[in-house]
């Protein structure tokens, strides 16, 4: 099947199922960090953004949104058309690779499954990095599998420049190759045509002058100290790690509905092998099973060991490869296998719309689009108003209202700044309630209605310790501690967002408000 025509399809079928999405405003990382990077990277040519403090991410999808913006105009139907036209090569860069892997009947399906499967469907559009990165770790792979190291190197390259997490693939590669050197032939065939080490670790040099680069203009080579404090030195602690690589275990094997896909292949293993036409079906080579599995165990013990937040899409270059080894299973070991596959997709669609019985972030399926509306339609009550008042929120719904640029909001909005809504913090805003007149509140954690492990008193202290948990308290409890009243509030599914005014409503001077409640400082 020729790639163009394959990536024409993909596009077509993808565009079309996000549509109603491409015009939404920018939501939480989006907002507070990748589109004013790359908004400035379109105004002033600079690979380094200074209307946001650098997190030392490279800028190689900066640079492809910020082109978009060049040719076809600023509006978040533009960003989010170039996210998709990148989510299409990126599922043919799949296709490809499941196709060398196995066969095409399996490329199609794994693709069908990734697609839809609700972490990528939910990237499809947004303005992150994790989905270029994996998409172009699938061309490195494909590329490996093809025996060719000049693209092998090219490819991983380009995704190490897209995310600098991707380096772990062909690092997770070259160990591989080094174990194969020990194991029976059986298990690595063709040795002697293996991809060079060398390939493998060419991708190391560019993200390494990126980083120079970055250290040469800013004086730090990981992004900011909060930044580094926050991913990296902060998550050394042991009893974190056992509780991430469960987490991160669970995010490549079974979350949201991938445990339906991960259960029916290993009930397949206990079926023999189907023939056709008296020979057994293929496998995918347990060589190429072994180097899939050395990049997913790669990113679930590097994703325990780093990140603030666990967030699935950190996993994204890993879990498509488990689709595509379940995939294959099922349909080496079962008959009717086609509608197997046919009953994962249908689960992957529903949990586009069903939110998990534990907490989970929004960005996972199509709650971020509930947390859209909900901000949309606060702020703009908030900004109709309340036009010239002063108001206290969080981030990132202080980017929201600061920047109208980001598509809340027609005209800024001054905002006195707390962590979160948390009673803590809003009996520390409450001390100061003279410094502003209104307060957008909302949540800025998912809360199912009746999580599992609720009454877990130690399971609570870890999420406070390790993974910064707090409860949000809703509007009406808010309002007493600040001493006004509610005039806004909505909830959709879990989330919530509502608007409190004050007793006594005016424009308020700040100057003397506290650290902790000054204007955000990102």
């Known amino acids: 099947m020729h790639p163009g025509l394959v990536f024409a399809l993909i596009f077509v079928i993808i565009f079309v199922l996000h549509a109603p999405l491409l015009r939404l405003p920018y939501f939480w990382d989006e907002a507070g960090y990748y589109i004013p990077a790359a908004r400035d990277l379109l105004l002033t040519g600079s690979l380094i953004p200074h209307t946001t403090v650098s997190n030392a991410h490279p800028p190689l999808v900066l640079a492809w949104i910020a082109l978009w913006w060049k040719c076809a105009g600023y509006a978040p139907l533009v960003t989010r058309s170039a996210m998709v036209v990148l989510a299409a090569f990126s599922l043919l860069g799949f296709f490809r690779l499941a196709e060398r892997a196995s066969n095409v009947q399996i490329a199609i399906a794994s693709t069908l499954c990734t697609a839809l499967y609700p972490v990528f469907f939910a990237q499809t559009t947004m303005a992150q990095v994790d989905l270029a990165a994996a998409g172009l770790t699938f061309w490195g792979l494909a590329a490996y599998l093809e025996e060719r190291p000049i693209a092998t190197a090219t490819w991983f390259s380009l995704a190490a420049l897209s995310k600098e997490t991707a380096i772990l693939a062909p690092l997770a590669l070259l160990a591989w190759e080094l174990v194969r050197i020990t194991v029976p032939r059986h298990m690595a065939p063709r040795r002697r045509e293996r991809v060079p080490g060398a390939a493998l670790i060419m991708p190391v040099l560019p993200l390494l002058l990126w980083y120079g680069y970055h250290y040469f203009r800013t004086g730090y080579v990981f992004g900011n100290p909060e930044f580094f404090r926050y991913n990296v030195s902060a998550t050394f602690h042991p009893l974190r790690f056992v509780l991430a690589f469960g987490l991160r275990l669970w995010q490549a094997c079974g979350y949201l509905h991938l445990w339906i896909l991960t259960l029916a292949a290993m009930g397949a293993m206990l079926l023999p092998p189907l023939k056709d036409n008296g020979v057994e079906r293929k496998r995918v080579a347990v060589a190429t099973q072994f180097a899939f599995l050395a990049i997913v165990a790669a990113y679930v013990i590097a994703m325990s060991l780093i990140g603030g937040a666990v967030l699935a899409r950190y996993m994204l270059p890993g879990v498509p490869l488990v689709i595509l080894l379940g995939v294959s299973t099922l349909r080496r070991r079962l008959r009717y296998w086609p509608g197997a596959i046919a009953v994962v997709a249908v689960a992957f669609i529903a949990a586009w719309f069903w939110n998990p019985p534990y907490g989970f972030s929004p960005e996972d399926n199509l709650a971020y689009r509930d947390y859209i509306v909900l901000h949309e339609n606060a702020e703009r009550f908030l900004e109709a108003r ?137």
């Open 386 to 522: 309340y036009p010239m008042a002063r108001a206290l929120t969080a981030w990132p719904a202080s980017d929201e209202l600061t920047r109208p640029w980001l598509g809340y909001v027609t005209r800024p909005v001054q905002v006195v700044r707390i962590e979160d809504f948390s009673i803590d913090e809003l009996l520390s805003a409450a001390d100061y309630r003279d410094h502003f007149a209104v307060a957008l509140v909302f949540s800025t954690k998912y809360e199912p209605a009746q999580p599992l492990l609720e009454h877990w008193a130690r399971w609570n202290e870890w999420k406070r310790r390790f993974f910064g948990y707090h409860r949000d308290l809703p509007p009406e409890a808010a309002a007493q501690i600040l001493g006004g009243r509610v005039v806004f509030a909505e909830e959709k599914k879990g989330q919530w967002a509502g608007v409190i005014e004050l007793q006594r409503v005016d424009i308020l001077d700040a100057r003397s408000s506290p650290a902790s409640l000054q204007e955000p400082t990102l």
